[in-house]
């Protein structure tokens, strides 16, 4: 009944229905591999909020180049973990991140490298200010920093890529993203491979910063997309399955709906019978 199957034809969309399902499967396992990616990142979030502040240390390696250069990246588990660390703000070499975005408003990022007293830095974003009137791109006044030592908490955040070109206007660095390394060519000192997002600060901060939000990643979104990704690779076997049974009932002539009868066609009885 189904030896048709064995045909050239037949083999061959087998062979396409086969291939397909087998991507779509290898799609939906990519998205999953996001999924658990991307949940790792929220629990880390979630987990650097309720930690205890640990020693800087303990979250990143010192810098060991010479001034301009960078330190090593963070290990992927130190991400968002929440570090305590003294030192003295340098508000010669401030850095205004433009084009950020709070409360649907566009203003500045603002990071301060922090020198510790072995002479490297650690770039701390102390938060986020208003342009000034005449645009989004108009700098702003940047509040001064506390003089003399000030300890810090908040969360080690991995450098951003794109970061494009540093300019200097006015005065201040000016960057789009927070490239780590891309600043720290900018600088007189070795600087650590992350910075630090703002939490507390000792002496305070000035009330005229706002805190910039994290944001989880939306990792249920790709949970969708492993759905959808198997959903479809069981429906392309599945519809070739259907297709294949149809055929083989319309060539047993199953299924097949039997021609009208022509009562016109039939003798008339006789009047006898």
Known sequence: MYRFLLSPRWLGALALTLVAAAVMVFLGNWQLDRYRGRTEVNERIDAGQRMAPA???????????????????????????RVTVTGRYDPTNTVLVRGRTVDSRVGFEVLTPLVLADGTALLVDRGWIPPAPGGATAQP?????????????GRVHETESGAGTVARRDGRLEI???????????????????????????????????AVPVGHTNNWQNFGYVVQWWLFAVMALFGYGWVARREARRAAGLGTTPAPLDRAAEPTP????
């Open 141 to 153: 006044p940047v509040p001064a920093v506390p003089t003399g030592d000030v300890t810090v908490v």
């Open 55 to 81: 020693p800087l240390a303990d979250a990143l390696r010192a810098p060991t180049g010479g001034a301009g250069t960078a330190g090593p990246a963070p290990a992927k588990e130190k991400v968002w973990t």
């Open 176 to 210: 789009r993203r927070i490239g780590v390394s891309r600043l720290a060519g900018e600088l007189p000192y070795p600087v650590y491979g992350a910075y630090l997002l703002l939490d507390e600060q000792t002496p305070a901060a000035d009330p005229v910063f706002k």
């Open 270 to 273: 006789s009047a006898s019978a």
